[in-house]
């Protein structure tokens, strides 16, 4: 994901370099990330296993979701990595929207190092054609301004196309068929109908 951004910034004209200086930072400032114990991050491994093993079996599970949760999957699971110090989810509300905290590196035109994206970022998570994706849909820079041709290519941008490559991943995502919302959580399973017991969180209290 991080090469998305960075391989279309270094295409841009003098002007957009011009423009991007003025809502981005050249400071790096990683967003926060996610302390787990061994035990902790095992045990979201091992949540997240057991959604996709019973996703790939076909049998009925599903996999209900925090910001505190989606913050452990990103400190946990390796195909995640990516993204500690990218993202930092703060909230997720029943009207489906997603927002975090984000830190985007930013190839300069020169390619003379970076300049980083640094807000916040509203998300969306949905069901599109037989798979799921989480976009960008939009970035607010505190005190500044992101113009809409800007706003519009991050949401051009897919989060998970890299994971959905892996066949084990894209067939999970394939099978997940019903993405539910409420205040605080998102909820995803690989059928509809009557909710199975859920896979529990355990970093729940």
Known sequence: MACAFLTWCT????EQDRIMAGFCSDERMPTAIAELTQEESAAVKERF????D?????????LRLTPVDLNAAVAALPALAEYEGMVSFTEIRADGAIFADICLPLRR???DGFRYLVGQGEFKFER????VHLTLVKVIVPG?????GFQGHFAKLLWLVPFQNNEDIA?????SELIEFE???VTISNYPGPAPAPVPSPLEK
Not at 49 to 52: G, Q
Not at 171 to 175: H, K, L, N, S, T
């Open 11 to 14: 295409h841009v004209g003098k």
């Open 49 to 52: 296993h057991l959604y996709a």
């Open 54 to 62: 019973g996703a790939l079996a076909d049998d009925p599970v599903e």
């Open 109 to 111: 035109r020169d390619r």
């Open 128 to 131: 599109v054609d037989h798979n």
């Open 144 to 148: 500044k301004e992101v113009p809409e």
């Open 171 to 175: 067939a999970v995502f394939e099978r």
């Open 183 to 185: 205040e605080g959580a």
